[in-house]
Protein backbone atom coordinates (compact mmCIF):
# COMPACT_ATOMS: atom_id res chain seq x y z
CA UNK A 1 0.00 0.00 0.00
CA UNK A 2 1.03 3.67 -0.86
CA UNK A 3 2.01 6.49 1.58
CA UNK A 4 0.84 10.00 1.02
CA UNK A 5 4.73 10.49 0.29
CA UNK A 6 4.82 7.92 -2.02
CA UNK A 7 2.53 10.93 -4.20
CA UNK A 8 5.08 13.52 -4.17
CA UNK A 9 2.69 16.04 -3.26
CA UNK A 10 3.30 19.88 -3.04
CA UNK A 11 1.38 22.25 -1.68
CA UNK A 12 1.70 25.92 -2.73
CA UNK A 13 1.84 28.23 0.63
CA UNK A 14 0.34 31.10 -0.08
CA UNK A 15 -0.63 32.05 3.60
CA UNK A 16 0.43 36.19 4.52
CA UNK A 17 2.67 36.24 7.72
CA UNK A 18 2.91 38.98 10.17
CA UNK A 19 0.52 40.61 12.49
CA UNK A 20 -2.28 42.46 11.23
CA UNK A 21 -2.07 45.95 11.18
CA UNK A 22 -4.70 48.94 11.13
CA UNK A 23 -4.71 50.86 8.18
CA UNK A 24 -4.37 53.79 9.67
CA UNK A 25 -1.14 52.71 11.56
CA UNK A 26 0.94 53.01 8.20
CA UNK A 27 -0.59 55.88 6.59
CA UNK A 28 1.91 57.96 4.91
CA UNK A 29 4.90 56.10 5.95
CA UNK A 30 6.97 54.30 3.52
CA UNK A 31 6.17 50.47 3.49
CA UNK A 32 7.02 47.38 0.83
CA UNK A 33 3.99 45.68 -0.69
CA UNK A 34 5.81 42.24 -1.79
CA UNK A 35 2.09 40.52 -2.16
CA UNK A 36 -1.98 41.20 -2.53
CA UNK A 37 -5.15 39.03 -2.86
CA UNK A 38 -8.89 40.12 -3.22
CA UNK A 39 -11.36 38.00 -1.87
CA UNK A 40 -15.27 38.23 -0.79
CA UNK A 41 -15.29 40.32 2.15
CA UNK A 42 -17.15 38.31 5.14
CA UNK A 43 -19.36 41.63 5.40
CA UNK A 44 -20.02 43.32 1.95
CA UNK A 45 -17.97 43.50 -1.05
CA UNK A 46 -14.62 42.93 -1.70
CA UNK A 47 -11.16 42.94 0.32
CA UNK A 48 -8.13 43.75 -0.19
CA UNK A 49 -5.20 41.92 1.61
CA UNK A 50 -1.93 43.21 1.56
CA UNK A 51 1.26 41.50 2.41
CA UNK A 52 3.39 44.44 3.46
CA UNK A 53 6.76 44.94 5.55
CA UNK A 54 7.22 47.98 7.53
CA UNK A 55 10.60 48.93 9.31
CA UNK A 56 11.56 45.18 8.64
CA UNK A 57 8.77 43.83 10.16
CA UNK A 58 5.70 41.73 8.05
CA UNK A 59 2.71 42.84 8.22
CA UNK A 60 -1.09 42.08 6.73
CA UNK A 61 -3.28 44.92 6.03
CA UNK A 62 -7.07 44.23 4.79
CA UNK A 63 -9.30 47.23 3.36
CA UNK A 64 -12.50 47.46 1.76
CA UNK A 65 -10.98 50.48 -0.59
CA UNK A 66 -12.05 50.05 -4.18
CA UNK A 67 -9.02 52.96 -5.08
CA UNK A 68 -6.27 50.65 -3.65
CA UNK A 69 -7.58 47.57 -5.28
CA UNK A 70 -8.19 49.12 -8.70
CA UNK A 71 -4.76 50.39 -8.34
CA UNK A 72 -2.96 47.36 -7.29
CA UNK A 73 -4.53 45.67 -10.01
CA UNK A 74 -2.95 47.13 -12.62
CA UNK A 75 0.91 46.34 -10.93
CA UNK A 76 2.59 43.27 -12.66
CA UNK A 77 3.27 40.22 -10.80
CA UNK A 78 6.73 41.13 -11.92
CA UNK A 79 6.82 44.73 -10.44
CA UNK A 80 6.02 43.07 -7.24
CA UNK A 81 7.70 43.89 -4.95
CA UNK A 82 7.02 47.34 -4.86
CA UNK A 83 7.61 50.58 -2.38
CA UNK A 84 4.89 52.98 -1.83
CA UNK A 85 3.42 55.66 0.63
CA UNK A 86 -0.78 55.23 1.15
CA UNK A 87 -2.32 58.42 1.84
CA UNK A 88 -5.88 59.61 2.57
CA UNK A 89 -7.33 61.50 0.70
CA UNK A 90 -10.07 63.10 1.13
CA UNK A 91 -12.35 59.77 2.59
CA UNK A 92 -10.29 57.57 0.30
CA UNK A 93 -7.28 55.93 0.31
CA UNK A 94 -4.66 56.05 -2.56
CA UNK A 95 -0.91 54.67 -3.45
CA UNK A 96 1.69 57.55 -4.15
Known sequence: MKTFKDFNITVAHSAFTGDKI???KILNR??????????DSKFKG???CLQIELNG??????TSSIILMEA?????????????????????????
Open 22 to 24: KIS
Open 57 to 62: TAHVVF
Open 30 to 39: EITVSDYKID
Open 46 to 48: KCL
Open 72 to 96: IKQVPKDGMPFKTTIIQENERYEFT
